[in-house]
């Protein structure tokens, strides 16, 4: 990235520390140190202040960069969204293993009182995928923020001038009420499964 490399003669040209340039525009000094070792990359937001502060463009701040950030985009973006179907692949499997093992004709559990041994079965099974599932659904999320995912997104509509919001591709911002229905729907089942066991191991 560029950035790093502008951001350092621009400062210098105005005789500005690290510390004095994170109070001109509100982030602290370990996030300017941040975006001069490329560890990570400033919003859109901070590059509107900064463009302010330099008398310069975003277009000159970033040149060189939006490059870089539509391929990484291209290449990691797909990889998250495939991680993504993977998670809720694996919910969706658990969900079916639960209410299989619920629905078989099986005996009395010798684990568990009160219960058959499918119930016991589609409960474990029930909660090792819903477990596997928020495992994947973590590594989504680090890649996201290892990758700057969302900030590379934003800075590359604002520079084609599009709509930020509109090109953000991501399935919670495109179907937001089927996301948080899904969501629900998890938490809702997952709580049920463990009142359900809770109520037939002590209250029968």
């Known amino acids: ?36 070792t490329d560890r990570t990359y400033p919003d859109v937001q901070s590059l509107l202040l900064l463009s302010e502060l330099f008398e310069t463009s975003i277009d000159e701040l970033v040149k060189g960069d939006v490059a870089t950030m539509e391929k990484t985009i291209k290449e ?12 809720w692949g694996l919910v969706a499997v658990g969900f079916i293993c639960l209410i299989v093992g619920f629905l078989l004709p099986t005996g009395p559990s010798s684990l568990a009182a009160n219960c058959t041994e499918g119930e016991v079965l589609g409960i474990v099974l029930f909660v090792a995928f819903w477990v596997m599932g928020l495992i994947v659904i973590n590594k989504v999320e680090v890649m996201k923020k290892q990758n700057d995912l969302v900030t590379y997104r934003e800075i590359v509509a604002f520079s084609k001038g599009e709509d930020i919001e ?37 209250v029968g």
């Open 166 to 202: 509109a090109d953000e591709q991501a399935f919670s911002r495109r179907h937001p009420a089927l996301s948080n229905g899904l969501k629900l729907s998890v938490s809702a089942i997952s709580g049920f499964v463990v009142m359900y066991v809770v109520m037939k191991m002590f």
């Open 76 to 87: 990691t973006w797909k990889t998250m969204q495939n991680w993504a179907l993977a998670a």
């Open 1 to 36: 990235m560029e950035l790093k490399e502008s951001l350092k003669e621009h400062r210098a040209r105005l005789g500005l520390s690290q510390e004095e340039l994170a109070e001109r525009i509100f982030v602290s000094r370990q996030t300017i140190s941040n975006w001069e």
